[in-house]
T-cell receptor, first 113, second 113 residues
Framework: DAGVTQSPTHLIKTRGQQVTLRCSPKSGHDTVSWYQQALGQGPQFIFQ???????QRGNFPDRFSGHQFPNYSSELNVNALLLGDSALYLCASNQQGDTDTQYFGPGTRLTVL | GDSVTQMEGPVTLSEEAFLTINCTYTATGYPSLFWYVQYPGEGLQLLLKATKADDKGSNKGFEATYRKETTSFHLEKGSVQVSDSAVYFC????????????FGQGTTLQVKP
């Protein structure tokens, strides 16, 4: 049983560019959440998707957007990249109604130059 | 709003020493509490959890008790090993009940042989 998978593992972009990160949830999970983890900090909640809709959003600008597909996989898009967007982006999944059991993927390390 | 405060690190211990990492929280309602561990270059792994007051979560020799009266969830282990070296995050589910996790800033543990 595959856990949460994310791609790519690492990514280097320049300021102003756009990036798309991908996440496949653990088998049987239908809810996906995205987190940003800056170096030396705890993860910060970006948003959560369920039934292909954004269910809740953290304190992130509109440059951060997402999508969930019918197979429950999800994408995180960031436009107009800033140096401060450099971070580890983590995806977590759970079954709707079982919010106490979330599994995290290995993350995508984004570097903005 | 809801928040988590962890003791600052790094914490450096000798092998077989006793470990305590302090965690206190502020929350409305009755959150679930978690400890996650992050090994170098990896994502987050759930270490243990407690979903109501006075519950004790335990795993791999680690323990933490949900103390509502002191709003604390301190992590303890009786005898640490070199392999326990990692960053430990205390977290809670936010009051929205959607499973949004709010993390502390993390505590780095280094265990020396």
């Amino acid at each position: 049983d595959a856990g949460v998978t994310q791609s790519p593992t690492h990514l280097i972009k320049t300021r102003g560019q756009q990036v798309t990160l991908r996440c496949s949830p653990k088998s049987g999970h239908d809810t996906v959440s995205w987190y940003q983890q800056a170096l030396g900090q705890g993860p910060q909640f970006i948003f959560q998707y369920y039934e292909e809709e954004e269910r809740q959003r953290g304190n992130f600008p509109d440059r951060f957007s997402g999508h969930q597909f019918p197979n429950y996989s999800s994408e995180l898009n960031v436009n107009a990249l800033l140096l401060g967007d450099s971070a580890l982006y983590l995806c977590a999944s759970n079954q709707q109604g079982d919010t106490d059991t979330q599994y995290f993927g290995p993350g995508t390390r984004l570097t903005v130059l | 709003g809801d928040s988590v405060t962890q003791m600052e690190g790094p914490v450096t211990l000798s092998e077989e020493a006793f470990l305590t990492i302090n965690c206190t929280y502020t929350a409305t309602g009755y959150p679930s509490l978690f400890w996650y561990v992050q090994y170098p270059g990896e994502g987050l792994q759930l270490l243990l959890k407690a979903t109501k007051a006075d519950d004790k979560g335990s795993n791999k020799g680690f323990e933490a008790t949900y103390r509502k009266e002191t709003t604390s969830f301190h992590l303890e282990k009786g005898s640490v090993q070199v392999s326990d070296s990692a960053v430990y995050f205390c977290a809670l589910t936010g009051s929205s009940n959607t499973g949004k996790l709010i993390f502390g800033q993390g505590t780095t543990l280094q265990v020396k042989p």
